[in-house]
């Protein structure tokens, strides 16, 4: 939640003074520094998510995240600590469960039932019994509280996005062919289901710090969207990795800006933005789509440039 | 063990006189069941096999024992000389019946790319190791054109026609320029001219290359005039010979233990017809 | 015991919440059974958040907070289903239901910030508030839910058809694409009606755990169906009355009696069959 009760900055539209009136305030560089980080991750670990069609897994372990966080605090235990555990441990959990994706789908969300029944009995344990000490409630876990991260918080932030970002690039390849062609890569000696839980651990890191950011129920989005756009504008897998990424920084930038001058909540401002973007990008290759065939109706004998986007009738 | 770095130099040296593959006593039981016995077979360099039987005889058990999926319960298996193992690059792999749903956005390059270096760790940036990548791209653009797929290779893979990914699938398992190449049923739900089409670039690149090749087939239709010889597996037991020898009524009655005959019709076809009901159609084409 | 039963049943506030209770159950037993059946588990949890959306929307406009869910999550229903089309194009139902769901909650979260309202208010929208429900509550459920259960049961067989084999039964001339779209609009009916029992968060819990676990114990999809609605029924029931004599939140007991029972089905199962081949 936005802890500006100050008056509002005002916006100069001169853009270099605006934001350097923003970066005078140490908790926006913090944010910045955070949110830049957990972006570039989200981007990498979110294109993965979408090629190997693990969309409800990343969001049923934000949820567990919630669970952990409330069951640390509830436990007296560092909320943090709470949160990795379980939510590694649920990824493990679910990057163990059947192969096909109807099967997997189905025990995540009986798994994650049960983990958000869990996660209602902390919550109520947690104000009846522990008081909201250091500005902790089942709110900030739900729904980030990026401009309250302290530097210290902030630098960890950073070393962990970056452990995390360079063991997922280092596995890059591996990942994206047992992803893709699991039974040719099995045969290539390319360990798939071992690599099926590494990326689960990885994404469960990424899940548990970028709900320090964003929240539980938002830091989906930011793994989700911008890696959705950017398969839809290339499908070159690893340009495909760096436009997500690209991508997730702008939404992360333009959200904090706007939150800053507008004291919506940040958490708020990202995911819409890169909600907007999703939307824009599939509304405006639908219309390219329909003009084009409505193009090629009225006009039968010329020929298309190759695009794509007209496919040969499948077998 | 095939480096990357050795692929892509020339040709690696292929000892002409040693058997690609040789099973000796072979057996393989899943579950309680036998799926086969008494399994021996020898593959020599360059020969074109085909593997025949009806549903669920274990022809792709066979496959997956020789790719080294799967250990044998009892015999040996020697590839290369060596003890069967997974993660053979000297092995190019079609497996079955595989297509990619529509919604799989990445190009049909970047499929077949991934048979070449998908196996490799570290960061996948081109400009960390500039030859290298030229040559990839390269070899990958010959065997893609070695297919005729260059007209949709840059196309995302799950929007082209199952006879136009299986040519890039192909194009996928040669791309390491493999000592052998092993298809299960890849001209499945495929028309007809696909089949011919797909089979003869096989044929022709197997010779060009020296590589064995083992092709499961449910109708050797197409394949008839490539093949050198046959693997017959029915009811738990295999039968090893050219197509004359094994597609005979004799030795599919032994097989199967029970009455089959194999008839011939009078354009030159095999009609195999069993106690089963099966009706398998052989098709000599001159 | 008969004095704790008489207990349970005496206290108006209880008796509405079992009455209540039993039909969320029962309609949550029987779409749930299609809900996984068409393997609809995202959609189903992405349609109670998207109402809690709908219900912060609402209350911050003055208006009942239960329309707001009904109307949301039915715009949603619809989203999800013209989204879902389209694979030939590359779209993906799974992202675009994720899409929804994440905008969503930040629109819920945003209305929140607006709003005057009590945290506690969200609270009960996320995770119910059974002990809570008033006789309105209890009189809306009721005539919402009867014609949604006759909906879905009239339909059942065409449902069952179109769920299990969309290509034969439309040669068959069942509507397949309007089934498909009428299930999500009733599923987002039963999520609106049941967030007073469970709340947004957890009506997911009713449906999907009873009927996963329905599958486990039998292949014939009427049984399915028949057990699908009484465990719903049994953990409904269980979990009221294990709220009532504890203070902790009945929605937590639903949901892990559930669990506890699907575990054990499990379990019981990978003991009863040796380690099957993989395919």
Redesign the interface.
Known sequence: MTALDISFPRLTWNLWLDVVHMFQYDFMRNAFLAGTALSVVAGLVGYFVIVRRQAFAGEALSDVAFTGAMGGAVLGINPLAGMIVLTIAGALAMGSFAQRVSERDLAIGTVLAWVLGLGVLFLTLFTAHVSGSSGFSGVTVLFGSILSISAHQAAVIVAVAGGIALALLLVARPLLFASVDPDVAAARGVPVRLLGLFFMVLLAVTVAEAVQAVGALLVFALLLLPAAIAQRLTTRPYAALGVAVVLAITSTWFGLTIGFYSGLPSSVCITLLAFVGYVGVIGSMAIRRRLADVWSHDNPNSQLPASGMHQETRQ | MKTLSSTLAQDSERNPTEPVVSIVGGAVR??GQTIWQDVNLEVQPGEFIAVLGPNGSGKSTLMKVI?G?LPLSAGAVTVFGQPAR????D?G???QR?S????????GR??VR??L?????????PFLYPREAKAISQRVQRVIESVDAVAYA???I???????QQRLLVA??LVTNPRMLILDEPLD???LANQQAIAWIIRRIAKETGAAVLLVAHDVNPIMSSIDRVVYIARGHVAVGVPTEVITSETLTKLYSSPVEVLRTCDGGLVVVGYTGECVSYHEHH | MSAALTGLFHYHFMQNAFIAGTIVAILAGVVGYFMVLRSLSFAGHSLANVGFAGATGASLLGVPPLLGLFVSAVLAAFGIYWLGLGARYGRRSDVATGAIFSASLALGFLFVHFSTAQANNIYNVLFGNVLGISDTSVLITAITALPALALVLLSARPLLFASVDPAVAEARGVPVGMLALGFLLVLALVVAVAVQVVGVLLIFALLVTPAATARRLSTRPMIELLISVILALIFTWAGLAAGYFTPLPVSFFITTFAFVFYTLVRLANLLARPAQLSS
């Not at chain 2, 990619?100 to 190009?107: L, S, T």
């Not at chain 2, 270096?117 to 940036?125: L, M, V």
């Not at chain 2, 799950?158 to 136009?164: C, K, N, T, Y």
């Open positions: 899943l579950g790719l999926l997974g993660g053979n690059q092995i792999y079609v497996p595989r990619f749903e529509a919604d799989v956005r990445i190009r970047d499929i991934l048979g270096d998908g196996g490799r760790w570290g960061p996948p940036f840059d196309r995302p799950g929007q082209i026609s199952g006879g136009q996928q398992a739900s495929l028309d």
